[in-house]
């Protein structure tokens, strides 16, 4: 089965961390650009960062730079993002999504209202105290 899968969401504390893990099945992630998306409650879903496919570069919007991490285990067949310092604001279900044809910029600043090739179903992220 064709899929991408998130994990790794849950409650957190302002100030903790969290790993979110996108792991794809029948198909080889290392081809695709994978991007990290969210969707706090009552507002649109944006993209945050994204790692290439070919020499693994990243984008990240201007707003998570210092705290959020992308990386990618090719033998795992799987993209991480790792969020560091939470805030309430991060709260949001968080997708992951990959393509093979966008490059990191646009999927991260155009790439919820353009057709990609996979999208997962999300994962709940709650930063309270």
């Known amino acids: 089965q064709v899929q991408l899968v998130e994990s790794g969401g849950g409650l957190v504390q302002p100030g903790g961390s969290l790993r979110l893990s996108c792991a794809a099945s029948?198909?080889?992630?290392?081809?695709?650009?994978v991007g990290w998306f969210r969707q706090a409650p009552g507002k649109e879903r944006e993209g945050v960062t994204c790692?290439?496919?070919?020499?693994?570069?990243?984008y990240y919007r201007d707003s998570v730079k210092g705290r959020f991490t992308i990386s990618r285990d090719n033998a795992k067949n799987t993209v991480y993002l790792e969020i560091d310092s939470l805030e309430p604001e991060d709260t949001g279900v968080y997708y992951c999504a990959a393509d093979t044809s966008l490059d990191c910029k646009t999927m991260v600043w155009i790439g919820v209202s353009l057709p990609m090739d996979h999208w997962g179903n999300g994962t709940l992220v709650t930063v309270s105290a």
């Open positions: 790692t290439s496919d070919s020499d693994e570069t990243t």
């Open positions: 029948g198909f080889t992630l290392e081809y695709y650009a």
